[in-house]
């Protein structure tokens, strides 16, 4: 079956798993979610209905990750809970009461993209998008969008500086950094750090 390990003492009802992907003791993932290739899903772990995890994912013994939340290729979750997405924690039950009211829509979604590594206890609001190679981290509480190579930190959390994509702090000089352990470039406009094509 494509190389995947699937603890037996787990419960899987999903047939959406990518090749290479380990599952271990005692996790559930519900049916719709769709984990992609080679990745590790810890003890414990809990993936509800709808989750999207890209290839090359590490999520964590004990995560809760729930319906909205979409993890990118490459990302990494430390042992945590990822947020709860409805809007208002009683708007889920409300659906079969409420006439016409459709399903889900109640939800947010919550992004994390390519590559960015949220590190244990924190807790990242429903809705929040984490960009691309950044660092959140440890017992941090997000609350807003965070950029692409920020590392944040803190309650709530602020950028504290900026990551390569190879995890090595970034050190600017005005406008340009280049990594000292990848030689990787980068240019930076305020609260934006891209990647430097040149």
């Not at 406008?175 to 305020?190: G, I, M, P, S, V």
């Amino acid at each position: 079956m494509d190389n995947i390990f699937i603890h037996p003492t787990s419960l899987v009802e999903t047939h959406h798993i990518g090749r290479g992907t380990q599952i271990w003791a005692f996790a559930q993932v519900v049916k719709s979610a769709r984990i992609g290739a080679c990745c590790n899903i810890g003890d414990h772990c809990f993936i509800e209905s709808g989750v999207k995890i890209g290839d090359n994912v590490t999520i964590k013994h004990g995560n809760k990750i729930w319906s909205g939340i979409t993890l990118g290729n490459g990302g990494f979750v430390g042992p945590m809970q990822l947020p709860l997405t409805p809007l208002s924690p009683s708007m889920a039950q409300l659906e079969p009461v409420i006439p016409g009211y459709h399903k889900r829509q109640w939800l947010v979604t919550t992004h994390i993209q390519e590559g960015a590594s949220i590190k244990a206890n924190a807790i990242v609001q429903a809705g929040i998008l984490i960009g691309e190679f950044a660092v959140v981290g440890v017992g941090a509480v997000v609350m807003k969008d965070v950029p692409a190579y920020a590392l944040v930190v803190g309650n709530p959390a602020r950028i504290q500086g900026w990551i390569c994509q190879c995890g090595q702090p970034l050190k600017f000089n005005n406008t340009y950094a280049q990594c000292e352990c990848c030689n990787l470039n980068y240019t930076r406009a305020r609260n934006t750090v891209k990647l430097a094509t040149f």
